[in-house]
């Protein structure tokens, strides 16, 4: 799929050096998930998690001129990123395989389209792996950019937790999801009242004790920065409705620092600095740090905040008047329930598996680097890049999460490791040894990918490895091979039927051959493949090409 939209596929190395990344400014702000490395001089590298700065560095060598644009690069490699917790097999890993992709255009324009074939082809990868999946905006985290969407397999499993609406077609990652602010209701502002809430430190606690709801409170959380241990850690304190949920994302976003450097604040030490007070800390009075104020805020009237006082709360804090903030922004994490920030019904939520995600990326690494060309009045133009991966390991991952039952994988036919098993019931019967090594050749000739089962083993065995491993077709040659009749079985929800070896032999040909059949179908010329295919099979095959084309 990568080779029909016209990219061209490279291998680069795995190992990097720092000055790239120094360049691109992501040497410090990548963070502890980068294998960093030494060689025998001191000089420093990495073991890449991912290749941008590497592909803009071959083209800014490559790439002189607007006539050679829009470049289109891809491979397929190991990548390294030191997790803090892997889980979930090849969900989360520390070394795993991505197909990841760069594009080079002129301007915004030629990126956009850039960005729409690689969406497209995506799908179609997909789509021939047999996975359901949306595709969802996303957040670019550590890769940045200005537009993402990711491709979620759905799954309970899942880490990623996307948010959907049914009434129109907002999909996003919770991350990403925007939220929709309740109209405050017009009140006039009453004299700020201090009151005495002893023991009160939750939400819920203080607003029981007053009579207020939730949504009229002020929810305190503080934070500490440290972008440098040899430097003084910077304090943040957000504040958001009572009632609502911080996104962590959307607050590192709005910081502008590597997520990696921001934690739950210490509130001893922090309060020596700021004044304030674990458990009713509010807005009012504080010092000495980053104030981050929800955009709900602004318009609420008389709302209740911790007093930054042991055991006291504040009554009618209004916004500009009372406080006011360093940073005004969306902090809220959207939830299931909620109104739909663009049509207001409520918003659905599933559980997903990353399986790839596409980046319009701008200028974001080509400036820094220096990646330019000339246009046609050979004046310097900065080149516009997008990103595009696809974890290859993790998407394997997804299609046995959604093809499955109790007794192991389904694979579809299109991603199998083996079309077709040939199940030699009793290894040491010449004649049953002989019709299942013509069925195996027979197969192979055609291009279907066969597996002869020919250990020493009970039937039961054999059968039980079959189906955990999940090959979509199993031909069984047992006690009938004298007569040429075999047992042929799908995997997936088939009947066993009794058929003479060569019918058996041509369904699994006709199955394998609606794979590559498939493929032709998505732009991928088959036909130059012809040694693979049985002389009988070329003109059907060639009247579908025509036919599609």
């Given at each position: 799929?990568?080779?029909?939209?016209?990219?061209?596929?490279?291998?680069?190395?795995?190992?990097?050096?720092?000055?790239?990344?120094?360049?691109?400014?992501?040497?410090?702000?990548?963070?502890?998930?980068?294998?960093?490395?030494?060689?025998?001089?001191?000089?420093?590298?990495?073991?890449?998690?991912?290749?941008?700065?590497?592909?803009?560095?071959?083209?800014?060598?490559?790439?002189?001129?607007?006539?050679?644009?829009?470049?289109?690069?891809?491979?397929?490699?190991?990548?390294?990123?030191?997790?803090?917790?892997?889980?979930?097999?090849?969900?989360?890993?520390?070394?795993?395989?991505?197909?990841?992709?760069?594009?080079?255009?002129?301007?915004?324009?030629?990126?956009?389209?850039?960005?729409?074939?690689?969406?497209?082809?995506?799908?179609?990868?997909?789509?021939?792996?047999?996975?359901?999946?949306?595709?969802?905006?996303?957040?670019?985290?550590?890769?940045?950019?200005?537009?993402?969407?990711?491709?979620?397999?759905?799954?309970?499993?899942?880490?990623?937790?996307?948010?959907?609406?049914?009434?129109?077609?907002?999909?996003?990652?919770?991350?990403?999801?925007?939220?929709?602010?309740?109209?405050?209701?017009?009140?006039?502002?009453?004299?700020?009242?201090?009151?005495?809430?002893?023991?009160?430190?939750?939400?819920?606690?203080?607003?029981?004790?007053?009579?207020?709801?939730?949504?009229?409170?002020?929810?305190?959380?503080?934070?500490?920065?440290?972008?440098?241990?040899?430097?003084?850690?910077?304090?943040?304190?957000?504040?958001?409705?009572?009632?609502?949920?911080?996104?962590?994302?959307?607050?590192?976003?709005?910081?502008?620092?590597?997520?990696?450097?921001?934690?739950?604040?210490?509130?001893?030490?922090?309060?020596?600095?700021?004044?304030?007070?674990?458990?009713?800390?509010?807005?009012?009075?504080?010092?000495?740090?980053?104030?981050?104020?929800?955009?709900?805020?602004?318009?609420?009237?008389?709302?209740?905040?911790?007093?930054?006082?042991?055991?006291?709360?504040?009554?009618?804090?209004?916004?500009?008047?009372?406080?006011?903030?360093?940073?005004?922004?969306?902090?809220?994490?959207?939830?299931?329930?909620?109104?739909?920030?663009?049509?207001?019904?409520?918003?659905?939520?599933?559980?997903?598996?990353?399986?790839?995600?596409?980046?319009?990326?701008?200028?974001?690494?080509?400036?820094?680097?220096?990646?330019?060309?000339?246009?046609?009045?050979?004046?310097?133009?900065?080149?516009?890049?997008?990103?595009?991966?696809?974890?290859?390991?993790?998407?394997?991952?997804?299609?046995?999460?959604?093809?499955?039952?109790?007794?192991?994988?389904?694979?579809?036919?299109?991603?199998?490791?083996?079309?077709?098993?040939?199940?030699?019931?009793?290894?040491?019967?010449?004649?049953?040894?002989?019709?299942?090594?013509?069925?195996?050749?027979?197969?192979?000739?055609?291009?279907?990918?066969?597996?002869?089962?020919d250990r020493d083993e009970r039937p039961g065995v054999k059968f039980k490895d079959a189906e955990l491993l999940g090959v979509p077709i199993r031909i069984n040659v047992g006690k009938r091979a004298g007569e040429g009749v075999v047992e042929y079985m799908?995997?997936?929800?088939?009947?066993?039927?009794?058929l003479p070896a060569e019918e058996a032999i041509a369904k699994a040909i006709e199955a394998g051959m609606k794979v590559l059949l498939d493929a032709t179908k998505n732009g991928i010329d088959i036909l130059n493949d012809v040694d693979t295919m049985p002389?009988?099979?070329?003109?059907?095959?060639?009247?579908?090409?025509?036919?599609?084309?």
């Amino acid at each position: 799929e990568m080779d029909a939209t016209g990219a061209q596929e490279i291998q680069m190395s795995a190992l990097q050096p720092a000055e790239l990344w120094q360049e691109s400014g992501r040497w410090y702000a990548y963070g502890p998930e980068m294998w960093r490395v030494k060689d025998r001089n001191g000089r420093d590298f990495c073991l890449g998690p991912t290749h941008e700065e590497v592909f803009t560095d071959i083209v800014r060598q490559n790439i002189t001129s607007y006539r050679q644009l829009p470049v289109n690069l891809y491979q397929i490699q190991t990548k390294y990123r030191d997790e803090a917790r892997p889980r979930f097999g090849l969900i989360r890993s520390r070394e795993f395989i991505m197909k990841d992709d760069y594009s080079f255009d002129r301007d915004e324009e030629g990126l956009s389209k850039s960005y729409n074939d690689m969406y497209d082809a995506y799908s179609k990868v997909f789509d021939r792996c047999g996975l359901t999946y949306r595709a969802v905006e996303a957040d670019s985290g550590a890769i940045g950019g200005n537009r993402s969407h990711e491709f979620c397999a759905l799954c309970e499993v899942g880490e990623e937790e996307i948010l959907y609406c049914d009434s129109c077609d907002m999909a996003a990652t919770s991350e990403r999801a925007d939220f929709k602010d309740a109209i405050a209701k017009e009140e006039t502002e009453l004299p700020l009242e201090k009151v005495n809430t002893p023991g009160t430190k939750t939400i819920e606690a203080v607003c029981e004790l007053l009579g207020v709801p939730q949504e009229k409170s002020i929810k305190a959380i503080l934070l500490v920065v440290q972008e440098d241990v040899k430097e003084k850690p910077k304090y943040v304190a957000a504040f958001l409705r009572g009632d609502r949920q911080l996104n962590m994302i959307k607050l590192v976003n709005a910081l502008n620092v590597p997520e990696y450097t921001v934690d739950f604040a210490d509130e001893a030490a922090m309060g020596s600095e700021t004044g304030c007070v674990g458990g009713f800390t509010g807005p009012v009075g504080l010092k000495n740090c980053t104030i981050v104020v929800d955009t709900e805020l602004i318009g609420a009237k008389n709302m209740v905040a911790g007093a930054c006082e042991k055991d006291f709360h504040l009554k009618n804090v209004n916004y500009g008047r009372d406080y006011k903030a360093d940073i005004i922004t969306d902090l809220k994490l959207l939830q299931e329930g909620d109104p739909c920030p663009c049509c207001g019904s409520p918003v659905k939520s599933a559980r997903g598996i990353e399986v790839g995600q596409v980046f319009k990326l701008g200028t974001k690494y080509s400036e820094p680097m220096g990646l330019t060309y000339l246009d046609e009045n050979q004046q310097k133009k900065t080149v516009v890049m997008g990103c595009y991966g696809i974890g290859v390991t993790r998407t394997l991952a997804a299609i046995v999460e959604q093809h499955h039952d109790e007794n192991g994988i389904i694979w579809p036919m299109s991603v199998a490791p083996y079309h077709v098993v040939v199940e030699l019931i009793k290894p040491d019967d010449e004649v049953q040894a002989k019709l299942a090594e013509e069925i195996e050749k027979k197969l192979e000739a055609a291009g279907v990918e066969v597996v002869l089962d020919d250990r020493d083993e009970r039937p039961g065995v054999k059968f039980k490895d079959a189906e955990l491993l999940g090959v979509p077709i199993r031909i069984n040659v047992g006690k009938r091979a004298g007569e040429g009749v075999v047992e042929y079985m799908l995997r997936r929800g088939g009947d066993k039927l009794e058929l003479p070896a060569e019918e058996a032999i041509a369904k699994a040909i006709e199955a394998g051959m609606k794979v590559l059949l498939d493929a032709t179908k998505n732009g991928i010329d088959i036909l130059n493949d012809v040694d693979t295919m049985p002389e009988w099979r070329l003109d059907e095959v060639a009247w579908e090409y025509n036919m599609i084309y």
